[in-house]
């Protein structure tokens, strides 16, 4: 946010506030909608609620900077008085924009709200470099340049049709907007704005999907919302929008391709998954980093600033990863830790050790304790009798990081796991995982748990016993030897990969993906524990979900029917949304 109107000043913090305060109240107001842009039949979309709740953690961020500076009026407080001439310094700025950048990533939750926490700090860390004989509007295309930038660096493999589309158009409108004679920063944020909602109804045509359920991106929509925002914030003019949905059929659907992929295995998956912090030479340097893992692996994320960076990758040649560190800089806290649990090494490496503590306290922590996200009040009680402590989530209600840092803090531990159990919650589990060894003396490792059932199959093998690198090794290779499946409804019509579905149809998921479409729990649970079992298990786990009724007694009645020699446990999870979740051993 910029003030054209004060030479010198290019930056002004009250704009800062009213956009933080606009957008948040922008993303609440429309968080109902852009949940509901969701490609998947079932209602788990929650992205509009985790850009809503990162942003709202951000702005919470800020006014407490602004409470403690003396500048209520600036954070809110209607009952404080106007800041007296003066009162607010270039300083209470720069506090202010490390205060939001800082929110947001704490209170990212979900892959959006991370993108969208990279998205902000970039932007801050531009303005925050703003010098007064920078015009304005070439500040604020260059700060939505580097959010763009940030926005594709956190994502490993970048697909065209999402936010991060809807933003490079937005970043290319502003820029060319600034290029203008006489451009001001008004005129930047209503030229990216605009391109914002042009760019989004065409997310359709890029990613098939979305064109099947007659939707644009979720994650598109709430960037455009939060660009309205900005233009509001500079001209005043609220610009007053519905819902963006597209009717079914409106958009002609791309012939589809060929997929070679076996549907139950799939393709080969790398060895090792590899983590590290890294303070590098140059940007330049991290770009030829990015690169480089994106050649020799996948699950790739790379998010930081210019001084810090956090890198993960999955890889068969671990060397090679953190050799492609060192050329780029000092990697330190290494973690590297091998998926398959029939080889024994190093299943955690540490560089050149870990910062100290800064702040947190002089008791000394002690021991290994367990995080686990979970997504019911049974499946908590299960985590929690194994050892572990439980953080409320799920779909709908993912945790953010800045409560995962807290979870992680609460054990008192020196060595902490933290289990996701969720794709979406994978990336702030590292977040808060990062930001823990950062401020405190604890070893903090994530396993990519990505279903709950995982995360039960990781904490079965779970050893305090065991050294911290071992122990995690085990837990990984258990979570990652079991197959997964659950039982849900379709709440609208769409295009699933197992077909089309009607509202009320009964789904089949097959480890994370659409498998069956039928209209009985029974039959369509018994057909993905078929395909679960295809390859051969020892131990069938059965989950029943909220108001599933006696389906998992009949599920595990038929399986010791029809499979004799499997063994099979039944716990009631108490999830919603989900009939029941299904894991083979």
């Known amino acids: 946010m910029t003030d054209d109107g004060q030479p010198g000043q290019p930056v002004r913090l009250e704009v800062v506030a009213r956009f933080v305060d606009i957008a948040t109240d922008a993303l609440g107001d429309a968080r109902e909608e852009i949940d509901a842009l969701n490609v998947f039949p079932v209602p788990d979309g929650d992205t509009g609620t985790n850009m809503f709740l990162t942003m709202s953690t951000a702005r919470e961020s800020l006014r407490q900077v602004l409470r403690e500076a003396g500048l209520g009026r600036i954070a809110g407080d209607a009952h404080a008085g106007p800041p007296v001439p003066g009162a607010v310094r270039p300083e209470h700025l720069v506090l202010a924009l490390r205060a939001l950048a ?194 020799i692996g996948d699950s790739l994320v790379v998010v930081g600033n210019d001084d810090l960076w956090s890198i993960h990758v999955h890889v068969d040649d671990a060397g090679a990863a953190v050799e492609a560190g060192i050329a780029a800089g000092r990697p330190h806290q290494v973690r590297i830790t091998h998926f398959d649990d029939s080889v024994h090494g190093h299943g955690g490496g540490h560089g050149h050790g870990r910062p100290g503590s800064h702040g947190v306290g002089t008791t000394r922590r002690t021991g290994r304790a367990v995080v686990a996200v979970s997504a019911g009040p049974g499946l908590a009680a299960l985590f929690e009798d194994a050892g572990a402590l439980a953080v409320p989530g799920g779909p709908g209600d993912r945790p953010s990081a800045g409560m995962l840092l807290e979870a992680v803090r609460r054990t008192g531990a020196a060595e902490v796991v933290i289990l996701p159990n969720d794709q979406d919650s994978l990336r702030t589990a590292e977040i ?145 949304r989900y009939a029941v979740l299904l894991s083979v051993e």
């Open 432 to 576: 808060a995982a990062r930001t823990a060894e950062e401020d405190g003396d604890v070893e903090v490792a994530v396993v990519p748990s990505r279903a709950q059932v995982q995360g039960l199959a990781a904490l079965a093998v779970h050893e305090p016993g065991r050294s911290f690198g071992p122990d995690v090794l085990e837990m990984t290779a258990a979570a990652r030897h079991c197959r997964h499946g659950a039982v849900t409804e379709a709440s609208k019509r769409a295009i699933t990969s197992a077909g089309p579905c009607e509202p009320g149809d009964v789904l089949g998921v097959v480890m994370g993906d659409f498998a069956v479409v039928g209209q009985d729990r029974l039959g369509v649970a018994v057909e993905v524990l078929t395909r679960l079992l295809a390859v051969g298990g020892e131990l069938v786990t059965i989950v029943g979900g909220e108001g599933s009724g006696d389906l998992a007694a009949r599920l595990a009645a038929h399986v010791e029917h029809v499979h004799p020699g499997v063994d099979v446990v039944t716990y009631d999870g108490g999830q919603p």
């Open 102 to 295: 800082r929110g947001a990533l704490m209170g990212a939750r979900g892959n959006s709200g991370v993108i969208l926490a990279q998205m902000l700090g970039a932007i801050a860390a531009h303005l925050e470099q703003a010098t007064p004989d920078v015009r304005a509007a070439t500040l604020v295309a260059g700060s939505l340049a580097d959010a763009t930038a940030a926005s594709y660096a956190a994502v490993g493999e970048p697909v065209e049709g999402t936010i991060l589309t809807v933003a490079r158009a937005a970043s290319e409108a502003a820029t060319e907007a600034a290029a203008a004679p006489g451009a001001r920063s008004r005129d930047v944020y209503v030229a990216a704005a605009a391109a914002a909602r042009d760019a989004l109804l065409l997310t359709p045509q890029q990613l098939p999907a979305l064109a099947a359920a007659g939707v644009v991106d979720a994650g598109g929509r709430g960037l455009s919302v939060i660009l309205d925002a900005a233009e509001t914030a500079l001209t005043g003019r609220r610009r007053l929008s519905g819902p963006v949905r597209l009717g079914h059929h409106q958009i002609p659907l791309p012939p589809p391709e060929a997929d070679d992929a076996d549907a139950a295995g799939g393709a080969a998956t790398p060895a090792y998954e590899v983590m590290y912090l890294l303070e590098p030479t140059s940007p330049e340097a991290v770009v030829e980093l990015r690169t480089r893992l994106a050649e």
